[in-house]
């Protein structure tokens, strides 16, 4: 773990940063380079970084961290509502209201562990989801969804602009950033390697490993001297300032939210990323968001005519059952194959995507004394 | 010579249900001497710990160290206070490993029961992972100090222990059978290595079954019997007491 750390963690942020900026390159091959995707892939990864620095490494388990997505995202969109189209008061607006919302939430929540610790999050997710239907319809614009429109004050762009004709976009100073382009792409993008820099500090740092500790013997940190609680307080809002960001950046890119984004299915899809790139692990959360988005995006948009391509070949007789039975598993029902997956990884691989990786790379770099395979799930961050 | 009274644990009753599991203990240990509560299996010495600690609350009585009363009080503050328990099942962290294991301790003495320090690397802390590495060396484990706690042998757990509660240089360090699955040879070199801080300001509490270990370290025995204290007193004297031949030794010998 010593050995010569500083250097190893440049070279994998310099080596994530060259991935992440080149992945319109990269990912023409697998007809995953359009911005729109690509900048999911970023949002996502922000989200399940963050999921992780409480899940990873604190064990605590939230199933409800869809609730400050939706904050980051409604305080995003009232910051281009009332004040100003620019991204960066938005971003800023939307990460602290997630943060002050999971200070609230984090308080009630933590007093309780394990199961019953999930079931509060999980309650309060859904609580707030109700809410934004019923009660605080005037700030949520209930099931029609929060949107611009042309009668916003936007104060600040009003005192240096003339309004043009239909509604403003989103822009960074005199970059537009929503409507799919390149430059959304490239605005998430370097708020992921910066989100993915700061969550590296913190694994390294003596908070990180006293998070770890905590989920190791959290008991024995009591009686070791610490006082548990604010540290995972301090995990909880941290992470909760990540899924706020996730959610100010999806505003940004589409300023347009609605309740859905809070239901728990959202909440659950976090932790499925999570687990399916590797708990604890510093790159695996990003490969799972971008793994389930990308298959999503995929399998949802394959149909019965797909199909029938693929499987031409195939005697009529043969072809029809074949056909019918995968048709259950694209379009809207691609979910049963990310049940499948999901449940393959967690009985074969339950380290995830980035066990596999290390389990092929100790394929082809076995040497004689070879340090013995430890369960890297749960002991080391992936380098 | 009178030395100042460290921990007084003040007429102490504790009762599970009918089970009286502490009545009117009133037990002194005295600073810099290393106390040996001993007793039949069930007289009450863990819970005795485990009411110091915090763990459990005395239904009647308290315990005081060093002029204030710490029943009450939650465990990490009695911690941060300078008492620490090594337990009898090996209480250690399985996932992390052996160095980071006694580093954890050390940053609660050096930084406190909570600091966000989140933006340092722990590399840059040299005075913690020293501490911890000449902890490590003097219970004999520094040649594994990356490999994981989990994979550690009963006898070695206790050990790594020792130094989680070593480098946090207590004032009471309270053991609860130290030695218990170990080897005669670790047993003896854990004699070796407790011996080595005796009256550095450092006051043990230490239970213990093996009586060769009681009479080689302890300056002072209590004997506890169902709940009471039968004998209190220096080894000699407590070895030739009748109650304590009859409640204890007797039987065991």
Known sequence: ?383 | MTRNVVLHVADVHKSFGGLHALSDVDLQVEEGTIHAIIGPNGAGKSTLLNVCIGRLAPDTGAVVFDGQVITGKQPHEINQMGVVRVFQTPEIFPDLTLLQNVMVPAFAKRDGPFRLNAMQPVEKRTDIRDMALHWLEDVGLAGQKDAIAASLSRGDKRRLELAMGLVQNPRLLLLDEPTAGMSRHDTNSTIDLLKKFKGRGMTKVIIEHDMHVVFSLADRITVLAQGRIIADGPPDEVRGNPKVQEAYLGGAH
């Open chain 1, 1 to 383: 773990m010593f050995t010569n750390p500083a250097r190893n963690d440049w070279m994998l942020l310099a080596g994530f940063s060259a991935v992440i900026l080149c992945l319109p390159i990269l990912l023409e091959p697998i007809g995953a380079a359009y911005p729109a995707l690509m900048q999911k892939f970023c949002i996502f990864g922000i989200f399940a970084i963050g999921f992780n620095i409480l899940f990873g490494l604190t064990g605590y388990l939230s199933f409800g961290h869809a609730a400050f997505l939706g904050v980051g995202s409604y305080a995003a969109v009232w910051s281009f509502k009332l004040f100003t189209m620019n991204a960066i008061p938005a971003i800023v607006m939307a990460v602290f209201f997630a943060a002050a919302f999971a200070l609230v939430i984090g308080y009630v929540c933590l007093r309780r562990s394990g199961i019953y610790f999930s079931i509060l999050t999980l309650a309060f997710a859904q609580m707030s989801y109700n809410l934004v239907y019923s009660v605080l319809t005037p700030l949520t614009n209930g099931e029609t969804g929060l949107q611009l429109s042309l009668q916003d004050p936007r104060i600040i762009d009003g005192l240096f602009f003339e309004p043009a004709a239909g509604l403003p976009r989103v822009n960074l100073f005199s970059t537009y950033i929503s409507g799919g382009g390149y430059a959304g792409f490239y605005l998430c993008a370097v708020m992921l390697i910066v989100c993915f820099y700061i969550a590296m500090r913190i694994f390294r740092s003596p908070f990180g490993m006293m998070l770890r500790a905590i989920k190791s013997n959290q008991n024995r940190m009591r009686y070791t001297g610490f006082n548990t609680r604010p540290y995972l307080l301090a995990a909880f809002v941290i992470s909760g300032m990540y899924a706020g960001l996730a959610g100010g950046l999806m505003a940004a890119t589409d300023p347009l939210v609605g309740a859905e984004r809070m239901q728990w299915t959202a909440s659950g899809e976090v932790v499925l990323m999570t687990i399916l790139g590797g708990v604890g692990t510093l790159v695996g959360p990003v490969i799972g968001a971008a793994v389930i988005k990308y298959f999503e995006n995929i399998f949802s948009a394959f149909g019965e005519r797909t199909l029938h391509n693929v499987f031409g070949f195939l005697p009529d007789a043969i072809e029809q059952p074949v056909v019918s039975f995968f048709a259950l598993f694209v379009g809207d029902g691609w979910n049963l194959t990310l049940g499948v997956v999901f449940m393959l990884i967690v009985i074969f691989l339950p380290g995830g995507i980035m066990e596999g990786l290390r389990r092929i790379w100790n394929l082809f770099n076995r040497r004689p004394g070879d340090r013995e395979t430890m369960p890297a799930a749960q002991t080391q961050p992936a380098e």
